[in-house]
Each structure stands twice: as structure tokens, then as C-alpha cells.
């Protein structure tokens, strides 16, 4: 039985609508999850973890949010109900190998999208103090912001629960309050239209030429490779983006944008990528899935250094940012923008760097320490899905190091010329870092 009558969508629902591929497969199916693991430092009490999950299902409506997709579409949202937890032992020597393990199985476990809560764990022990918690979502109820404070939240359940006394955790608005915003808030949404218009007329999402068609028809998973950049390049990187005022996400935009307007033979590069999507401050504290699809529009034509694409690409991302609109409306004004993605022997290739914002990489819960697992180096053939092309994903970890994942449709593209486009784009990063201010070389 729900708690709630009819909800509308929101933008970011109804856009994954357009790639509704059914219960099986795409961003309704089973492999559309998100995975993050934390390390914890001391005795778990699995009676406590489980109550503390609960309890975070029930403070959070959108983790037992059911998405009707028929007709118009809408969400209902269900009473709370229990967390599957699974507890595993972990014999073995390497403890980093086998978390890794632990996390990419629970990867590629299938998690029906009616199978509610859509929030899973899995503890895996090496020993009585030493421990690994994964948490799995399915990626319609949450994004990367959302796995951060429901870890939080969980942490603080943990807390009291075990006798101790952590600050109280904020009012929280929920995802429907997001919603009800969204429609009612106009957000500067004319002069924001104008200038998607304007931005990205004459252009089209710069595809990336794929291996097989897609009209083979050739069985689909998901491939996560991963990597990690050298210490060097991390280090430029860092002191680039002091030099320029800018983020991390742009330095790294700067030289992607470099990369694969030379792979596909051209200087004007529309990357696709994401804003958080969260709007007002009072929304950080919600679990939901926010994220916006961001068309970010570079002409290379007159870059002369990295330095210029910088610069170039620092004014680009500002702007948009400034004029944050749900893709479904950026669409509106530029209907010819995914015309070239759309070709069978063509697929878009998002690029994402993300940071948490929170701050809460690493804490505690009570007597338990807990700290994020970012260093995953185990590549995996199918891991959470992409419903269609691939995505770069870039994170800062909190000693500022950068580790990577792509993860490609294994339908689209071969391992091999994967592994080519990471060994050439960290190679040219590499190039470019070492000299921001020279020439571009060809």
C-alpha cells in the first residue's frame, strides 16, 4: 500500500524515460545501481547496522519511491520496509584485493528496480575489528551526492543507537518537495532558454565512432575499466588549477575536450557531461537522483595552448552552470543536438569529475571509524550499466589523488580500443600538464 497518491515526475525522471528499455535493461533495468564502499575499523554489531539502514530508508522517501512509467508517468511512494543485508566472510591475505572483489560482485549482482527499498548492503568481514560495508542503489532513486549522505545518516544511526550522543542530522526536504520546486520555480528559465539557444546552435554532441553498430544487435553489458594517473600528472593538475582559478573538473575538461576533438577530427567539441542538478541549499540534504545531462560547447579553433583551452573551457562552465536547465529543456531549444549520437555507428562518451561535497569521506559511527574506498583498481566486464555509449568518471580523492573508471556498452566498444583511448588520453594529459603555456602539438 503507498503513503502518497499520485506524484508527477521530475525533469531528471522523465528524462531517463527516453531511454526506457524496459525492466531488463537501461536506466529501469537491474544493472542500473551505484556502488560505494567504506572501510570500517572495528566490532559491527549486524542487529545495530540493520536497524540504522532502516531507518535511513524510512527518513529517506525516495529510496521506497516505486516510478510508473505508463502513460504520462508518475512516482508513488511506499511505506518503509526492510534493508537487505548480506554478511560475508572475507578469509585471505591482501584485505584491499578482497574489498575490491566484494564491491564489483555486488556490481554486477541484479537488482530489479521493483525489488523495494531500492537501497541494498553488503558487510564484508576479515576479522573481528576490520571490516567492509558496501552499499548498492539503484540509480533512479539516488546519484553520487545521495550515496554520500545516506552513509552519513547511516553513520549516525549506528551512533546512537550504540550509546553515543553525535550532533542531530538536518530537517530533511524530500525528493517530492524537490519536485513540486522544479514545476513551480521559474529560475531565470527564459534568459537560461536564450542562452542554450544561442550556445549551441549550428552544433550537435560530438559522437565518439564506435566499433560494432548498433544495429548488430550484439549482447550488452556494461565494462568497467579502471585506472589511476601517475603522481606527476596529479600534482600538475593541482598546481594548474591554482594558477588558473579553476576546478579540477575544468583543467581535466580542458584536455579531455583537447583529446577528442582530435580523435574525431574536429574543433568544435560539445562534451557531454553533468551539474548536480540539487538547485537550492536546502535540497543538499536529500536523497534523490538530481542529476542534469550538461551539453558543454567548446570551439577549439583559436586555442593555442592549454592554457587558452583553460581558459576557454573555465568561461564555458561557468555560464553553464549560471544557466542550469533540465536537459529535456536545453533539447527544446537545440533539437538537432543529439543528431550525431544518433547514428548507428556513433555514441556519446560523457565526462564527469566528481568531489564529494560533504566533506564526510571519513568518520565515525559510534566506536566504528570509517573511511570511503576510492583506490578501486579491479577492472570488471559487467559492472553498473550506461544506458547507452560510455562515461568517463574522474575522482578526487581526499589526498587529492585522481583515479578513473571508463565504462563502456561492450555492444558498442572493444576492450582494446578502451584501454587505447585511456593510454592516449593520459598520455596527452601528461604532455599538456607538463607544459600549460607551449603550443598545442598535433
Not at 197 to 219: I, Y
Not at 313 to 318: A, K
Request: aromatic letters at 8%; one cysteine or more.
Amino acid at each position: 500500500m503507498s503513503i502518497t497518491g499520485l506524484l508527477p515526475l521530475s525533469w531528471n525522471q522523465g528524462f531517463l524515460r527516453a531511454f526506457d528499455q524496459g525492466d531488463v535493461a537501461g536506466p529501469f533495468g537491474p544493472r542500473y545501481v551505484i556502488v560505494c564502499g567504506w572501510r570500517l575499523s572495528g566490532p559491527v554489531d549486524t542487529g545495530v547496522l540493520q536497524e540504522a539502514l532502516d531507518e535511513v530508508v524510512a527518513r529517506h522517501e525516495a529510496l521506497r519511491t516505486e516510478i510508473v512509467r505508463s502513460g504520462d508517468g508518475h512516482q508513488i511512494v511506499h511505506p518503509p520496509s526492510r534493508v537487505r543485508l548480506t554478511v560475508r566472510e572475507l578469509p585471505g591475505d591482501d584485505r584491499d584485493r578482497r574489498a575490491e572483489e566484494l564491491l564489483n560482485d555486488a556490481e554486477a549482482e541484479a537488482y530489479p528496480i521493483r525489488e523495494l527499498p531500492l537501497v541494498r548492503a553488503v558487510l564484508g568481514r576479515f576479522g573481528d575489528d576490520d571490516s567492509v560495508l558496501g552499499l548498492v542503489a539503484h540509480h533512479t532513486a539516488v546519484d553520487e551526492w545521495s550515496m554520500r549522505l545516506i552513509m552519513r545518516d547511516l553513520a549516525h544511526g549506528y551512533a546512537v543507537r550504540t550509546g553515543h550522543r553525535p550532533p542531530p542530522l538536518p530537517e530533511v526536504p524530500q525528493y517530492r518537495d524537490y519536485v513540486d520546486w522544479e514545476r513551480t520555480d521559474d529560475g531565470g528559465g527564459e534568459r537560461s532558454l536564450a542562452y542554450w539557444r544561442d550556445k549551441l546552435a549550428g552544433g550537435q554532441m560530438l559522437g565518439t565512432t564506435t566499433d560494432h553498430l548498433r544495429s548488430a544487435g550484439l549482447p550488452k553489458t556494461t565494462a568497467w575499466r579502471r585506472f589511476t594517473f601517475p603522481a606527476a600528472v596529479t600534482k600538475a593538475v593541482k598546481g594548474i588549477v591554482k594558477e588558473t582559478r579553476s576546478s579540477p573538473f575544468m583543467v581535466l575538461l580542458a584536455a579531455y575536450a583537447i583529446y577528442v576533438g582530435r580523435r574525431e577530427g574536429t574543433a568544435d567539441v560539445v562534451v557531454p557531461s553533468f551539474s548536480s542538478g540539487r538547485g537550492p541549499a536546502r535540497f543538499h540534504d536529500t536523497v534523490g537522483s538530481f542529476f542534469n545531462f550538461l551539453p558543454l560547447r567548446m570551439d577549439l579553433t583559436d586555442c593555442r595552448t592549454y592554457r587558452d583551452v583553460i581558459g576557454f573551457t573555465r568561461q564555458t562552465c561557468v555560464e553553464a552552470y549560471a544557466n542550469d536547465l533540465p536537459f529535456g529543456q536545453i533539447l527544446g531549444v537545440a533539437p538537432e543536438l543529439m543528431a550525431s549520437v544518433s547514428r548507428d555507428d556513433s555514441a556519446a562518451v560523457a565526462f564527469q569529475v566528481f568531489k564529494s561535497p560533504l566533506g564526510g569521506e571519513r568518520g565515525s559511527a559510534g566506536a566504528l571509524e570509517y573511511s570511503v574506498l576510492h583506490r578501486r583498481r579491479l577492472s570488471q566486464w559487467d559492472g553498473g550499466d550506461v544506458p547507452d555509449g560510455a562515461m568517463w568518471h574522474l575522482e578526487i580523492d581526499p589526498e587529492g589523488g585522481i583515479v578513473g573508471s571508463f565504462a563502456f556498452n561492450t555492444n558498442l566498444y572493444t576492450e582494446q580500443t578502451v584501454d587505447a583511448m585511456i593510454e592516449e588520453f593520459g598520455g596527452l594529459l601528461e604532455q599538456l600538464t607538463a607544459d600549460p603555456h607551449g603550443p598545442l602539438r598535433p
